[in-house]
């Protein structure tokens, strides 16, 4: 029986799909002058940041249940996953270690999307780094033109996109991990094109799925389908060389916004991994001012027992991604500004410790996160946070933060990762252990091979 459709769809696009492709497969690298040192020092501190998240939750119960689904199959030790003893297939790393760097949420972001790019791209290549023996120069360039691949599709399909409901780290990240291991594989442009098409057909995540193990499954599950897409490509399974824009391909059928210039403007010329940024605390980003301000009141020296109430205004996106007033665990914490108000005020921090079970659950938490009165002003920027403590005894202490800790206006320093690496990483692989692997981790764009990186992150 036909159907009576009506598709509003550009017919004109741009072959962004060839484009891409053709930019992955072709561009000579940074040794060849394709990018500058800043841009490079970035891409380590990218890999740095995503390694010691994945290390930091490799004990976490999301990592035993999925490294315990993966051993059913039996995989054959392949690639390593970080933080633990033994090894699997590549697939199968790529899965557990995107996983694991995105279970305390504490992984990188790109802001102008909300994409936390290394989970899915870091993990698949890293995994096909370590089975192949590649260099860890190869590892970082694909890091970067994989980064770039992702993040571009994100800038020229958010906020509807995301608005839709879908998780744009796993959507987008398959066609980063991809183009990152067709890069790694030195597939010719016309397999690279055929490995983002396959990836196409894969987009992975919905917002839904926030506050469970299942939103850390969204970059493992997209580090996985981009590894396998490559893969595929590489032994000639095809697919439509219009797989991203036609008018039935994925960004036409994820998003009514597709801003194609996002992804052709200034191609080989600006690098998104410059555009990246760090988190301090260990939660949805959109939290970080309104934690940075209530740490900031405790500096002055407002303490929980002085409050009668937080008064917290913020955008309305804040409450409409992390409005969770009562948090049962760790993982809904992450997604409740009124925890981390509690926790930034209470700590002066808001690391993984301050979103365990134990402290969510809390009877002192509970009862300062009931005392936040948050209210929407979108006049405030959706990364601002306008907070003003109100004293039992009739005092306002005010703060407002136009510019949290970690952001690009004001990013965290690379000694301030390496402290963030040492407190995830040190519980599992020990303290010696870490001094050498951060060591690692900046050294790894002049290593031959990744073999050394990977054997420092086993307990």
């Not at 992984?107 to 899915?120: E, M, N, Q, V």
């Not at 665990?329 to 301050?354: I, N």
């Not at 690496?421 to 050294?443: E, H, P, R, Y």
Request: charged residues 20%; proline residues 4%; contains cysteine.
């Amino acid at each position: 029986m036909a159907r009576n459709t009506q598709v509003v769809a550009d017919h004109n696009a741009p072959p962004v799909t060839q484009i891409l492709a053709k930019q992955v497969a072709t561009h000579p690298g940074f040794l060849a002058g394709g990018w500058s040192a800043a841009v490079d020092h970035e891409a380590h501190r990218t890999f740095m940041n995503w390694f010691g998240c994945a290390v930091g939750a490799a004990k976490h119960e999301a990592a035993d249940a999925a490294l315990a689904a993966v051993n059913m199959l039996q995989p054959a030790p392949q690639a390593s996953v970080l933080g633990r003893a033994g090894k699997v297939d590549m697939a199968s790393a790529a899965l557990i270690n995107g996983i694991t760097s995105h279970t305390f949420d504490f992984d990188d972001t790109h802001l102008k999307t909300i994409i936390h790019p290394a989970g899915p791209v870091a993990s698949a290549v890293l995994a096909l780094a370590e089975h192949t023996g590649a260099s860890g120069r190869e590892l970082i360039d694909a890091l970067v033109l994989g980064i770039d691949v992702s993040c571009r599709v994100g800038n020229a399909m958010y906020p509807e996109h995301y608005d839709r409901g879908w998780h744009i780290t796993g959507s987008t990240g398959t066609l980063g991990a991809a183009a990152a291991c067709a890069r790694l594989l030195k597939l010719d442009m016309q397999k690279t094109a055929m490995a983002l098409g396959i990836a196409a057909s894969q987009p992975v995540g919905m917002r839904e799925q926030f506050g469970t193990m299942t939103k850390p499954f969204h970059p493992g599950g997209a580090a996985r389908a981009g590894l396998m897409s490559a893969l595929l490509a590489s032994q000639g399974y095809t697919a439509s060389p219009k797989a991203l824009e036609a008018p039935r391909g994925m960004m036409q059928t994820v998003s009514t916004k597709n801003d194609w210039r996002e992804i052709t403007d200034e191609l080989g010329q600006r690098f998104e991994i410059s555009f990246n940024s760090y988190k301090p605390f260990a939660c949805g980003i959109v939290i970080h001012p309104s934690i940075d301000a209530c740490a900031q009141l405790r500096a002055q020296g407002v303490t929980p027992e002085q409050i009668a109430s937080i008064e917290l205004k913020v955008h309305s996106l804040v409450l409409e991604l992390t409005g969770k007033k009562e948090p049962q665990d760790g993982l809904q914490a992450k997604f409740s500004v009124y925890h981390g108000c509690a926790a930034g005020l209470t700590f002066g921090r808001a690391a993984e410790d301050e979103f365990s079970d134990e402290i969510v659950n809390r009877a002192d938490m509970v009862a300062l996160r009931r005392k936040v009165v948050a209210t929407v002003d979108d006049s405030i920027d959706e990364a601002s946070a306008d907070v003003t403590a109100v004293l039992t005894d009739g005092r306002r202490v005010h703060v407002f933060v136009e510019h949290a800790i970690g952001s690009l206006q004001n990013p965290m320093t690379d000694a301030m990762l390496e402290a963030k690496f040492s407190g995830m990483s040190n519980a599992v692989i020990g303290a010696t252990k870490t001094v050498d692997l951060i060591q690692a981790c900046w050294a790894v764009g002049t290593a031959t091979d990744v073999q050394t990186l990977t054997a420092l992150a086993r307990p």
